[in-house]
């Protein structure tokens, strides 16, 4: 069966940290592009972060480069996101998404896990 399973959100003072854990199964986690959107209420699905399987490179919303770190695990099969300084604005349902290579299928997503990051 192929899952995403998001862990790690919670409630946070502005200025602390989280770390979002996403891990996969039933695919080739080494394979798939590994990225984290979030979704605040009333608001569009953004993407937050992404790290490339090929050679993990990243890429990060302007919002939150400098704060926030992606990473990958391949013997876990777990994706993270490091998120540090947080601001009240980072509050939001964060999602995990595996990209297949191009040709592969459909993405797969995550339930969500709420974050929420008090003034």
């Known amino acids: 069966q192929v899952r995403l399973v998001e862990s790690g959100g919670g409630l946070v003072q502005s200025g602390g940290s989280l770390n979002l854990s996403c891990a996969g199964s039933?695919?080739?986690?080494?394979?798939?592009?590994m990225s984290w959107y979030r979704q605040a209420p009333g608001k569009e699905r953004e993407l937050v972060a992404s790290?490339?399987?090929?050679?993990?490179?990243?890429s990060y919303a302007d919002s939150v480069a400098g704060r926030f770190a992606i990473s990958r695990d391949y013997a876990k099969n777990t994706a993270y996101l490091q998120m540090n300084s947080l601001k009240p604005e980072d509050t939001a349902v964060y999602f995990c998404?595996?990209?297949?290579?191009?040709?592969?299928?459909?993405?797969?997503w995550g339930q969500g896990t709420q974050v929420t990051v008090s003034s």
């Open positions: 998404a595996a990209v297949p290579p191009l040709g592969w299928g459909n993405d797969i």
């Open positions: 039933g695919f080739t986690f080494s394979s798939y592009t």
């Open positions: 790290i490339s399987a090929a050679d993990e490179s990243t």
